[in-house]
């Protein structure tokens, strides 16, 4: 049951950070365009402004980019210690972590 638990996670951990790699490269592509605006007449405050909004855009989708990474890399780890986790064992509550040496 643990396996399947942690295989679930760590689709849709890539899933979900799939859904933020798409969405950073459209923020993207959409950024450079807002950045390349020029107009005809000389310079604009429309012009400085939807530039500047674009490198807002750029600041965005690598923001995008960055929570992917860490929502893929985060399922695979604890999808990976769900599937691969064999159970730690505990010891009797009279052993210690000394058990095995004679205090005499």
Known sequence: M????????????????????IAGSKLNSSATDLTEIRSVGGNSVA???YQEMGHHGLAYSLISFAC????????????????????????????????NHKIE
């Open 68 to 99: 992917g990474l860490g929502i893929i890399s985060i399922s695979l780890g604890f999808g990976g210690l769900l599937m691969f986790d064999e159970g730690t064992k505990t010891p009797d509550s009279n052993e210690t972590a000394y058990s």
């Open 2 to 21: 643990k396996k399947l638990f942690g295989l679930i996670i760590i689709a849709v951990g890539i899933l979900s950070g799939a859904v933020f790699f």
């Open 47 to 49: 012009e400085a402004y």
